[in-house]
């Protein structure tokens, strides 16, 4: 059964950073799209960062240049690194696979078929 797995979350203050990270097991995901999406509650879960089969990455517009989505083939692992966090980057975070698609990726929720139950993230101001 495909399985995916967060875990680094937490609770820091603004200006600090975190590391995601999101184990796969029972499949190889190192050559499908894969993503980490954010939710916060009442409101629709929006893409955060989108990484290709072959590594290529998209950002969405309030996180980049602070956020960097990266995976580890060898450890089938997908991470986010997050630095400058801001307060208003509170939410679940969840990691994603879309494994119909290898280099043209989506950043819609749709896409994505795969899920795992998610990590939180809360940032003081």
């Known amino acids: 059964q495909v399985r995916l797995v967060e875990s680094g979350g937490g609770s820091v203050q603004a200006g600090g950073s975190l590391r995601l990270s999101c184990a796969a097991s029972?499949?190889?995901?190192?050559?499908?799209?894969m993503g980490w999406f954010r939710q916060i509650p009442g409101k629709e879960r929006d893409v955060v960062a989108i990484?290709?089969?072959?590594?290529?990455?998209g950002y969405s517009d309030s996180v980049k240049g602070r956020f960097t989505i990266s995976r580890d083939n060898a450890k089938n692992t997908l991470y986010l690194q997050m630095n400058s966090l801001k307060p208003e980057d509170t939410a679940m975070y969840y990691c994603?696979?879309?494994?119909?698609?290898?280099?043209?990726?989506?950043?819609?929720?749709?896409?994505?078929?795969?899920w795992g139950q998610g990590t939180q993230v809360t940032v003081s101001s």
């Open positions: 990484i290709t089969g072959g590594s290529s990455t």
């Open positions: 994603a696979a879309d494994l119909s698609r290898r280099y043209s990726c989506r950043d819609k929720v749709s896409s994505f078929g795969y």
């Open positions: 029972a499949y190889t995901y190192s050559d499908y799209c």
